[in-house]
C-alpha cells in the first residue's frame, strides 16, 4: 500500500538543493533538481551514515559532505569512489504547493 507522507511546501526546496526530512525514526533527503523536479533518497551516505542533505547537489548528483562520494538523486545509483551500495530512492509527488514522498 502507498503510504504518502507530506515533507514540506515546494517553495520550500530551492532548485538544486537538498533538504533533510526525518519521519518515524528514519531519515530521507529530498531534492528539487535543476530543471524543477523533486526526488527523494535515504538521507544518509551509504559510505559512512552520513547526511546527505549537508552535500552538494550538482545536475543530478549529490556529493557526500565527509568523502566526496557521489550518487544519482534520480536513480539512488552510486557514482564514484568510496560509495558503492546505491541509496534506496523514493517516489514523490507534488500536490497543493506540497511535497508529497511514497513510503511503502
Ligand atoms: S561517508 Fe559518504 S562518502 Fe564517505
Known sequence: M????EVCAADEIDEEDVIRFDHEGRTFAVYRSPDD???????LCTHEKIHL???L???DI???????GRFSYKTGEAK???VCVNLKTYAVKVEAGSVFISLA
Open 2 to 5: 502507498t503510504n504518502w507522507v
Open 37 to 43: 523536479q523533486f526526488f527523494a533518497t535515504d538521507g
Open 53 to 55: 542533505a549537508d552535500g
Open 57 to 59: 547537489v550538482m545536475d
Open 62 to 68: 549529490i556529493e557526500c559532505p565527509k568523502h566526496n
Open 80 to 82: 564514484g569512489a568510496p
